[in-house]
């Protein structure tokens, strides 16, 4: 049986190395807060108002636009090597679980990362380099969130190196 990670691999198209390539340079202190929540705001702004495929800006309707903001840029900051922001306020990340009540599909994941590397384009304080690890990493946590749904019915506990923290910039 392939594990979630070789599934998420396959999928994406990003081998495991490539997709934690985030670890080996500390984002955040390379990009520092303010990015990050550029980043963020960018993107929920274009999921928020995707009038193009309205099924899947339905899928955030019971969600308050600010909070899933907040929700985001803190758990980048935390993975990116910042202080474990949303750790402190909500717990730990358990990706997949918090992604439960979601349709986490192919489709799903593709749409959100077209919002996703838009958001990136847009968001000025971010180098090439920065850029191509940071969508290596959301692509290949996408499929591993889509391999993660495929759990949805079993009561399995699984290991989650995507929401992993890193050391604290000091």
Sequence with gaps: MQSLQEKASQWSGVHTADAFAIDETNLFQKLGLQ???N???NFYTRVYDDEEEEWFRSIFANS???EAIQNQ???FVQRMGGPPLYSQRKGHPALIGRHRPFPVTHQA???WLHHME???ETTPDI???SKVKMMNFFRHTAFFLVAGDELKNQNQQV???HAASKPAAS
């Design 35 to 37: 990015t990050f929540i």
């Design 39 to 41: 980043l963020s705001t």
């Design 64 to 66: 308050k636009k600010e």
């Design 73 to 75: 840029y803190e758990f």
């Design 109 to 111: 994941a593709e749409r």
């Design 118 to 120: 838009k958001a990136l």
């Design 127 to 129: 180098d090439a380099d």
């Design 159 to 161: 290991p989650c190196k």
